[in-house]
């Protein structure tokens, strides 16, 4: 699990480095992009045993705490914060609308390689991912004017199509019970890089050219993915640290660790214009989160 974890780490590096330095590629793939997200979301659910998603009593306090500050808390004080406070702006925007996405799906696998409690990181994911659609609208008015354009019927649609649909369909696939799990699961874990690779070469389509004709301005927004990562992941460790160094980390990891993919996929015109560029360079710390926590958690 550690070498293909690595794997999947350099195969995406890889394939944002070519979205950017090679644009007819990426120029090819990025009028496919929901189609990748779609995938990726089908075969990301096919990894992860959704039957064990369901909490019981010895963890259902706890999830709902992470979840809780997560997906309610969070985003609801940085909502606040871009309504009252002092210096409020795109920044604390683009740090609202990430504090509403779930955790990416590929979190538990992180939490197993890091020695982190992957029961409570699937269940906080499978939470996070089903509440998402739900905060996402509810909130957005504390920090746009663009819920005027809300269409409730095509974001229903779009929450059925990219969560919904691929859930149920791995859901099914596991209550059937097939043969050969182990080497389907591996055929899955494949399928996901692949279309995980697809869509960091196609999130790329254009960076590279705002890079050259606006560098300060991407720049800005590479330091803004990269300190709200930090910020979500840092303040979420020192929250749940009561609870111990390897249940912090996981909290810590939750937190940071956000599915931007499926936020861009169903946020349709609660989201602004260029939100695809934040996602793009959001893939960065998503590189440094599991050395980083592998590194931290390491003298447990």
């Keep these: 699990m550690r070498s293909r974890l690595i794997s999947s780490e350099v195969i995406l590096a890889l394939c944002v480095v070519v979205g950017i330095v090679i644009p007819p590629v990426s120029r090819v793939l990025g009028p496919h992009l929901y189609v990748f997200v779609f995938f990726l979301m089908l ?66 696998a992180f939490a197993r390689v890091m020695g982190l409690d992957s029961l409570l990181t699937l269940r906080g994911v499978l939470a996070g991912t089903l509440l998402m659609p739900v905060i996402l609208p509810v909130l957005a008015p504390l920090v746009t004017q663009r819920t005027g354009e809300f269409d409730f019927a095509a974001y229903a649609l779009r929450f059925c199509i990219f969560i919904l649909i691929p859930l149920a369909a791995a859901g099914l696939y596991q209550m059937r019970g097939t043969a050969g799990g182990e080497r389907q699961s591996h055929l899955f874990s494949r399928l996901t890089i692949l279309f995980l690779a ?103």
């Design 43 to 108: 075969f990301s659910s096919l990894t992860i045993d959704l039957r064990h998603a369901l909490p019981d009593r010895h963890v259902s306090t706890r999830l709902v705490k992470v979840i809780g500050w997560q997906m309610i808390l969070l985003p609801l004080a940085i909502g606040l914060w871009h309504r009252i406070g002092p210096g409020a702006g795109e920044w604390s925007e683009l740090m609202f609308l990430t504090a509403c996405a779930g955790t990416i799906f590929g979190a538990p």
């Design 198 to 300: 697809l869509f960091g070469v196609a999130v790329m389509d254009g960076i590279g050219a705002r890079f050259i004709s606006e560098p300060m301005e991407m720049l800005s927004l590479l330091g803004i993915s990269l300190g709200v990562h930090a910020a979500f992941f840092g303040l979420s460790f020192l929250v749940f640290l009561r609870w111990g160094r390897r249940e912090a980390l996981t909290a810590g990891l939750l937190s940071g660790y956000r599915n931007m993919a499926v936020l861009l996929a169903v946020g349709g015109s609660l989201l602004p214009p260029d939100f695809v560029v934040y996602v793009a360079l959001w893939q960065i710390p998503m590189f440094v989160t599991p050395l980083a926590v592998r590194i931290l958690n390491r003298s447990r």
